[in-house]
């Protein structure tokens, strides 16, 4: 799968130090604000799906260049860049990470009204698929690729300095996702390496890296391999469940840890596989349970069907969906507040589910590779620069 997806979100956080300044006051005042707007965007995403037929439905936010499907409440943001960013982080309302072709890391803190590029030097040359953030100024950043083209880089001032903690050495190796468990715990993975899926794990957030021992992991099916689409193929639940989606084999799997990456156990599911453009391409775990997968075939004009499965046990089995997305969807996201709502997007357009992913329909026509949700801000991104927030519908 020498394209990996191009025709790689694992856990993000927040860290929120408690205190009684004015200024503490007004972050947390900001934070319930944000809250709120993306109650409020989830509230009006249901609203237009769950009004009865005949009823008129209530006023959709205007699609404000998010695509042209109505109902839109995407919020197309202006980055200054044409490159295709696969890779995002959700901080907040307000912060939000980017990374993507020709080197790019964009970085805003002011809600999308401004991005500055904090590419780490000389990385102009590289893929840079995803992108891991903890606040506004700490980040990890994955460029993928076959040998030296895969590194991995750290930032703890926003990108005004960066670390260069991984490079790849082996030609056999091509890194596609990395994923968090916390602020420390992190892993890495790339397709298989003499039979096996390689992992590297971090303890110290990043700043190291080491291969973890291959006796666990099962052996790859021929052909298989992850896809670097959407910096959701390696995606993590709790401090010690993660999951590895895969494609290219005769069947699309997903792989489970739940010992951070030490011993894995392969499942199959029913988005299909046998050939390198079909599989599953992104993961999203509202618990170690609650599981959702998407993919297809990502090329253009080719059907998709059984774009979209779920899991309630963790992994060990999948269920197509009842009504899936109708085309490659390669990036997923629980949203906040809700239980059994969610986004998936791709090139055609974001589908919402209101039932944890048994049925879905299309919301919006724009297009995007990945989609990042924390409980106060939901975003978007893709090709040609595009990023987008979900926002609110007019009043």
């Known amino acids: 799968m020498t394209d990996k997806g191009t025709t790689g979100s694992g856990t993000t956080g927040t860290v929120r130090p408690a205190g009684r300044s004015r200024a503490g006051r007004s972050r947390a005042g900001r934070s319930r604000a944000g809250i709120r707007a993306a109650g409020a965007c989830a509230l009006a995403?249901?609203?237009?799906?769950?009004?009865?037929?005949?009823?008129?439905?209530?006023?959709?936010?205007?699609?404000?260049?998010?695509?042209?499907?109505?109902?839109?409440?995407?919020?197309?943001?202006?980055?200054?860049?044409?490159?295709?960013?696969?890779?995002?982080?959700?901080?907040?309302?307000?912060?939000?990470?980017?990374?993507?072709?020709?080197?790019?890391?964009?970085?805003?803190?002011?809600?999308?009204?401004?991005?500055?590029?904090?590419?780490?030097?000389?990385?102009?040359?590289?893929?840079?698929?995803?992108?891991?953030?903890?606040?506004?100024?700490?980040?990890?950043?994955?460029?993928?690729?076959?040998?030296?083209?895969?590194?991995?880089?750290r930032t703890?001032?926003?990108?005004?300095?960066?670390?260069?903690?991984?490079?790849?050495?082996?030609?056999?190796?091509?890194?596609?996702?990395?994923?968090?468990?916390?602020?420390?715990?992190?892993?890495?993975?790339?397709?298989?390496?003499?039979?096996?899926?390689?992992?590297?794990?971090?303890?110290?957030?990043?700043?190291?890296?080491?291969?973890?021992?291959?006796?666990?992991?099962?052996?790859?099916?021929?052909?298989?391999?992850?896809?670097?689409?959407?910096?959701?193929?390696?995606?993590?639940?709790?401090?010690?469940?993660?999951?590895?989606?895969t494609g290219g084999g005769a069947v699309a799997r997903v792989l489970h840890s739940a010992d951070r990456g030490v011993t894995w156990t392969a499942a199959a599911t029913p988005i299909p596989g046998g050939d390198p453009a079909r599989g599953v391409f992104a993961l999203a775990f509202r618990d170690r349970g609650r599981g959702l997968a998407v993919g297809g075939d990502y090329r253009p004009g080719l059907p998709s069907p059984r774009a979209a499965a779920v899991t309630r046990d963790a992994g060990r089995t999948w269920e197509p969906s009842a009504a899936p997305p109708p085309a490659y969807r390669s990036g997923v996201a629980w949203l906040p507040r809700f239980r059994s709502a969610a986004l998936a997007v791709g090139p055609t357009g974001t589908d919402l589910t209101l039932d944890a992913g048994r049925t879905w329909r299309t919301v919006d026509t724009g297009s995007f590779d990945t989609v990042d949700c924390v409980p106060t801000a939901c975003w978007a991104s893709g090709e040609k620069g595009r990023v987008a927030r979900l926002e609110p519908p007019a009043r």
């Open 156 to 245: 703890a001032d926003g990108g005004a300095t960066w670390t260069e903690s991984f490079r790849n050495t082996d030609p056999r190796a091509f890194y596609d996702c990395v994923a968090f468990f916390d602020r420390r715990h992190g892993l890495a993975m790339s397709d298989p390496v003499d039979g096996k899926y390689r992992i590297l794990s971090t303890r110290d957030g990043g700043r190291t890296w080491r291969t973890l021992p291959g006796d666990g992991m099962p052996p790859a099916q021929p052909g298989e391999a992850g896809f670097a689409a959407s910096g959701q193929c390696l995606v993590t639940a709790g401090s010690r469940d993660v999951w590895l989606a």
């Open 45 to 153: 995403l249901a609203a237009v799906l769950t009004t009865p037929a005949g009823a008129a439905p209530p006023a959709p936010a205007p699609a404000r260049g998010g695509g042209d499907g109505a109902g839109s409440v995407w919020s197309l943001k202006e980055t200054g860049t044409d490159v295709r960013l696969r890779g995002l982080a959700a901080v907040g309302h307000r912060t939000a990470w980017a990374a993507g072709s020709r080197g790019t890391v964009l970085r805003t803190t002011d809600g999308g009204r401004s991005w500055r590029n904090v590419a780490p030097p000389g990385a102009a040359g590289l893929e840079l698929r995803d992108v891991e953030a903890f606040d506004d100024r700490t980040a990890v950043v994955l460029a993928i690729g076959e040998g030296e083209a895969s590194r991995i880089f």
